[in-house]
């Protein structure tokens, strides 16, 4: 018999935080989506605050190169991410001003257009009090490309999700057909190289991994082995998962 009382603080609980990051169609969302069903989590997708914006300045006329007339729209025009409120394939619900566009956030004018709304350092200023007051209550996963570096420092499990160009391309334009999209694999091919360019190359809070970050290469894993180390890392098992090929776990 134990000397003193098993209390239930001894159940293995879930990091609280997860900030997965990582490049145009590294698998964050639909992994994202996964984990945080699993655990029972908040999903939230942070590049749809930036792809609303986006939406909206060129709904607006707002130059795209105008970092503080971008931030002033943010300033005065509610965009809201929330969990679906339609069950027709999408993981959030977009709002501006309490219009619905979560699909028009998708649109290749969108996609050509975020990442240079992004770059400017007034636009994410304007965004990151909403992405920190969305992980406020804990028990959230959080996607995007900054969220383990500058968003949520302070994450108890941060991963980083990459995998090759020409995978990630496909796979976003199998989703773009799935969604009965017409889709280009060589722009996307295009598109997707320039987004990363730009994220990775600009001044504030480039796409990197954060140092304590978990890498792991997705490009031979099927979704479900993703998940599932996810999952496990985030119920603290790192040291029991044997790390994957082209896992690179930090010191
Ligand atoms: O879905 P996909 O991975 O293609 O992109 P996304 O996560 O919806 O993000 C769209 C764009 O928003 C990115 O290319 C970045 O320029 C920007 N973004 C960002 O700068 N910081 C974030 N935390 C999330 C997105």
Redo the contacts with the bound molecule.
Sequence with gaps: MPSHPITTSMAPAPAAVIAI?G????G??TIGHAVADRLGYLYY????L??ALTWLALREGVNVDDGDALAALAARTPITVRPPTRADGRHSTVEVAGEDITWDVRRPEV?AN??NV??HPAV?AALIDQQRRGAADGRVVM?????GTV?LPDAPLKVFLVASLEVRARR?YDEMIARGQPADYQSILADMRR?DE??SLRAV?PLKAADDAVTVDTTGMSIDEVIDHIVALAMGAPTESRPLPGEVRAE
């Design positions: 990051d490049p145009a169609a590294s964050k969302s997708d942070s590049g749809l930036y792809r996609d975020v990442s992004a770059r994410r996607v995007g490309r900054d969220i968003v976003r987004r730009i994220d809070a």
